[in-house]
Each structure stands twice: as structure tokens, then as C-alpha cells.
């Protein structure tokens, strides 16, 4: 078990959801994007449309950041690791289901294979 996979940003954590939103709209984002996906999750019920409109825009599917990992990966494993509502989980992973194709989600769980915590919602 790794704990958190994504770190959490202290000073992100501190924004209030108004600050999050607009420097989260800002061009480039301060702190950068991938940063403030944890934060949303733990927020997920406040920022469930927006996060989930995030993870199943094309243009975070397709964009990587690092290796295989893409946008919308971290946004997963952000939902993963901070929501604490299940209900949202389950809701995800019908949402990546029905908008990633096969091999990024094959390749997404091969990423998240050792992290059972996670696992589960895709059995």
C-alpha cells in the first residue's frame, strides 16, 4: 500500500471552493491542474459534475503526463484515494466504462493492480 498516490497540495487544501474554481480556470492553473484534483475529490460533493466532466473530456483522456498516465487517470486515482463516498466510486468507474476505450482502461487497471483498495470498484 502506498498511502496516497497523489499528494495533497496544503496550500491548495486551504483554497476556499471559489478560489479553487477560479485558479483552477486561470491559464496556466497556478500550482498546476493535476494538483488540484485531489482537493476536488475530497470535495466530491460539491465538484462530482465538474470532476466527472473532467475525467471523460477527451482532451484529459488523451493527454499524458507522464509515461502512460493521463490527465484523467490522475482524476480516477483522485477519486479513488480522497472521496469518501463510495456511491461516487461506483459512479466513476460506470462513467470510465462507458467513455474510455478498452485499452486505456485495461492499461488504467493494470496502473492501479496492486492498490486493492482501488481494485475493488472495478470488479
Same mark, same amino acid.
Request: proline share 3%; hydrophobic share 40%.
Given at each position: ?45 460539491? #465538484? $462530482?459534475? !465538474? =470532476? ?11 493527454? @499524458? ?39 486505456? #482502461? $485495461?492499461? !488504467? =487497471? ?11 470498484? @472495478?470488479?
Amino acid at each position: 500500500m502506498m498511502g496516497h498516490i497523489l499528494p495533497l497540495n496544503p496550500t491548495i487544501e486551504k483554497m476556499s471552493d471559489t478560489e479553487l474554481e477560479k485558479n483552477f480556470a486561470k491559464k496556466p492553473v497556478i500550482f498546476g491542474k493535476q494538483n488540484y484534483y485531489p482537493v476536488f475529490a475530497k470535495r466530491m460533493d460539491k #465538484f $462530482k459534475d !465538474f =470532476l466527472f466532466s473532467e475525467l471523460i473530456d477527451s482532451n484529459n483522456i488523451d493527454d @499524458f503526463v507522464m509515461g502512460n498516465v493521463t490527465t484523467s487517470w490522475l482524476i480516477a486515482i483522485a477519486i479513488l484515494g480522497y472521496a469518501d463516498n463510495d456511491f461516487y466510486k461506483t459512479e466513476m468507474v460506470i462513467l470510465i466504462k462507458q467513455n474510455w476505450d478498452d485499452a486505456n #482502461f $485495461k492499461n !488504467f =487497471l493494470k496502473y492501479i493492480k496492486n492498490e486493492e483498495k482501488f481494485v475493488k470498484y @472495478f470488479k
